[in-house]
Structure formats: structure tokens, C-alpha cells
């Protein structure tokens, strides 16, 4: 299981640090310069709890297990940004994104986390061909 979640938690990083070098690029930063925090590895890494849903959703629809991966990582999101905002070592804020919640989670996001949760779940299927190659 550790295995797994590291791997998630350095997926989800590297993604983060793609994401945010690309959206630098567009806002003129020649560079692509992205970034991440080590505080994240974690909250990716909790993407290994996803696995008996993605083994119990393996039968409905692309749509709607792209939508109840959405929302959960929603949650996961809201609920772990509320939490280290607490301790103040939250290292998002998106309180100028015109469609956030709290500053925690931004609502225009909802088809990145879609194509997110459906990767994971490719990776899912993916991990014991990944983690049996030493």
C-alpha cells in the first residue's frame, strides 16, 4: 500500500507542477515555471482509498465515475485545504479565482479533477505491472 501511495502522491505532484508551469506559460512566464509543495504528497497520496471504488465503479459509465471522482476529490481538496489553512500552511489559495469556495477549491476545476480521477483509475489498473518491474 505504501508503494501505491507514494506513487499517487508523486503523480498528483509532478501533474500539479505541469499545471501550474503551463498556466505560468500562459500568463507570459517564457519559462514554464511550476511548482508544488512536499505538503502534497500526502493529499495525492490519499488517492490509494480511491482503489475499492475504482474496482466497485468498473461497470457504470465513464460519466459518472469521472463525476464521483470529481466530487471526491472535491472533498478531499476542501477539507485538507480547511485543515492546513488552520495550521496556516495551506500552500494554495484561490481566493481571486472568480469561482472558488473559501479560497479551497475552485469550481472551474471540475473537468481537471474529472480527468483526474478517471487517470488515477488508469493507473489503478496500471500499478501491479508498475510496481512488479524492480
Request: include cysteine; charge should be neutral; aromatic fraction near 18%.
Amino acid at each position: 500500500m505504501f508503494k501505491r501511495f507514494f506513487i499517487y502522491g508523486s503523480i498528483g505532484i509532478s501533474l500539479e507542477i505541469l499545471w501550474t508551469g503551463f498556466t505560468a506559460f500562459l500568463s507570459g512566464d517564457m519559462s514554464f515555471t511550476g511548482h508544488s509543495s512536499v505538503i502534497m504528497l500526502p493529499i495525492y497520496g490519499s488517492a490509494v482509498f480511491l482503489e475499492p471504488l475504482f474496482t466497485q465503479l468498473k461497470n457504470v459509465s465513464v460519466i459518472l465515475r469521472g463525476i464521483v471522482y470529481m466530487i471526491l476529490i472535491f472533498a478531499v481538496e476542501y477539507w485538507s485545504g480547511l485543515i492546513l489553512t488552520f495550521f496556516e500552511i495551506c500552500p494554495w489559495s484561490y481566493l481571486n479565482a472568480a469561482l472558488n469556495i473559501r479560497g479551497l477549491i475552485r469550481l472551474d476545476y471540475a473537468p481537471l479533477w474529472f480527468t483526474v480521477g478517471l487517470l488515477y483509475e488508469h493507473l489503478y489498473k496500471k500499478l501491479p505491472e508498475i510496481i512488479s518491474h524492480k
